[in-house]
């Protein structure tokens, strides 16, 4: 089975510049998450989707970030234009709702981002 | 902000168990005890979960006290492979709610 893909796995741009990260979650599962991991600390939620309805973008900064999931599939997170602390490791992770603590999140190997 | 606390850092010899350390006195009776590690530029990956007993499954064993205050992780047999940051997190499991990271330990398994 393949696991949560995304690209690209590095980026660097200069600030000011847009840029977009992709992520194709695991086939079926219908929740999809973006985190955002900064260097030496743990990863933090920016945006929670079920199928193609965001059910929690409450920590994501919406002046700047926007994210996407069409057909609730795969998801495009974009940041314009992005700042220097937008430096970081963004995260995609999957799962599939099964209850009895048996929904664990599957992630992908991350976008790392850095912006000069 | 994360509702457990765990050491920084922990050291283990390879071959022998790396036991890694929880407190979650806070926790709420319908909230899991998750465990997730990070090997170096990777995403994390879960390793096990539990509520009230123990559980075990082929990567580890999780051991929760009765008071389910705290719990502690058990790597049977230690390998250089496991050198990874190890998460403990608690959480409801009624919905896919998110995963609330704390900074977690960063184990080192010495040759």
Same mark, same amino acid.
Request: hydrophobic share 30%.
């Given at each position: 089975e393949a696991g949560v =893909?995304?690209?690209?796995?590095?980026? !660097?741009?200069?600030?000011?510049?847009? =840029?977009?990260?992709?992520?194709?979650? !695991?086939?079926?599962?219908?929740?999809?998450?973006?985190y955002l991991q900064n260097l030496g600390q743990g990863p933090e939620l920016l945006i929670r989707y079920?199928?193609?309805?965001?059910?929690?973008?409450?920590q994501l900064p919406k002046d700047r970030f926007s994210a996407e999931r069409l057909k609730g599939v795969d998801s495009t997170l974009k940041i314009q234009p992005a700042e220097l602390g937008d430096s970081a490791v963004y995260l995609c992770a999957s799962s599939l709702r099964r209850g009895q603590g048996r929904d664990e999140q599957f992630f992908g190997p991350g976008t790392r981002l850095t912006v000069l | 902000?994360?509702?457990?606390?765990?050491?920084?850092?922990?050291?283990?010899?390879?071959?022998?168990?790396?036991n890694l350390p929880c407190n979650h006195s806070t926790i709420s009776g319908n909230?899991?005890?998750?465990?997730?590690?990070?090997?170096?530029?990777?995403?994390?990956?879960?390793?096990?979960?539990?509520?009230?007993?123990?559980?075990?499954?082929?990567?580890?064993?999780?051991i929760i006290t009765e008071d389910r205050k705290s719990s502690t992780l058990i790597l049977p047999h230690?390998?250089?492979?496991?050198?990874?940051?190890?998460?403990?997190?608690?959480?409801?499991?009624?919905g896919s709610e998110k995963l609330v990271f704390g900074k977690g330990t960063k184990l080192t398994v010495n040759p």
């Open positions: =893909v995304q690209s690209p796995r590095y980026k !660097i741009i200069e600030k000011k510049q847009p =840029v977009a990260f992709w992520c194709n979650p !695991i086939s079926g599962h219908n929740t999809l998450y973006w079920e199928n193609e309805e965001a059910v929690d973008d409450s | 902000d994360a509702k457990t606390t765990q050491p920084p850092s922990m050291d283990c010899a390879e071959g022998r168990a790396a909230e899991y005890v998750y465990w997730y590690r990070q090997i170096h530029s990777q995403g994390p990956q879960y390793i096990i979960h539990g509520l009230k007993n123990n559980e075990t499954n082929e990567m580890a064993s999780l230690a390998t250089l492979r496991d050198t990874a940051v190890y998460y403990c997190i608690v959480r409801v499991s009624y």
